[in-house]
């Protein structure tokens, strides 16, 4: 199984509701990612977690709030966002160790709008 | 800091034709390259990946090469069809391994025309 799942696929949100973003992966990758990708843009970083643990912030707006309950799942939590967030939200997943090939695999993305 | 470039930004061919895509990077110290291809609002699918020991790899259609010395690798495809059609990605993982911050390129676009 090489599949990274997402859920929702579409999400439509305010700019006062609180929704989240979920990623799942059966693959024993112990690296996960939130990436945020624009039109015609390549995927931007945003979060990375190794081993449960959040490893790398890449000055994310405190807007988004990532979270990893088990070594499977993914959470982004999104809160108070801006119409300029509205892109297309990324997850992916790695293994970890050296001597590995640390191949990403992706998922297939929420498209998020914020009216 | 590393830089990742693909050209061309676009690129049209008729079909049966084969290709090849560039990626170019500023340093050479990397973990591995891996090529991409993503469809309109879809997320990437991983065509091929190549370690920084190797100096290419295949898969069907694709054979991708890497030339760490002069910061190049390509994606060749072979007789290209108009499902090929997509934005194809490269993108740079460092040399630390671990989990990869990779860098991406700008991407290409391709289309081919039956």
């Known amino acids: 199984d090489t599949e990274v799942t997402q859920t929702p696929k579409h999400l439509v949100m305010g700019m006062t509701n609180k929704k989240s973003l979920k990623c799942e992966q059966h693959m024993g990758h112990r690296a996960m990612y939130w990436y945020k990708q624009k039109a015609k843009k390549p995927p931007e970083l945003m979060f990375v977690?190794?081993?449960?643990?959040?490893?790398i912030n890449e000055s994310v707006p405190s807007r988004f709030s990532p979270e990893c309950p088990n070594s499977s799942l993914l959470n982004l939590h999104l809160h108070a966002l801006q119409p300029e967030d509205s892109a297309l939200y990324l997850c992916?997943?790695?293994?970890?160790?050296?001597?590995?090939?640390?191949?990403?695999?992706f998922g297939p993305g929420t498209r998020l709008t914020v009216l | 800091k590393q830089e990742v470039t693909q050209i061309p930004a676009a690129l049209s061919v008729p079909e049966g034709e084969n290709l090849v895509l560039n990626c170019s990077f500023t340093?050479?110290?990397?973990?591995?390259l891996q090529w991409f291809r993503q469809d309109p609002g879809k997320g990437l699918t991983s065509l091929l990946l190549i370690q920084s020991s190797q100096r290419e790899q295949t898969s069907g259609r694709l054979n991708a090469s890497l030339d760490k010395s002069s910061g190049r690798s390509t994606l060749y495809i072979a007789a290209s069809q108009p499902g090929d059609s997509a934005t194809y990605l490269c993108a740079v993982g460092p040399l630390s391994g671990g989990y990869q911050k990779v860098t991406f390129g700008t991407g290409t676009k391709l289309q081919v025309i039956p």
């Open positions: 340093d050479s110290a990397i973990y591995n």
């Open positions: 992916a997943s790695s293994q970890m160790d050296r001597g590995l090939s640390n191949e990403q695999f």
């Open positions: 977690y190794s081993y449960e643990k959040l490893s």
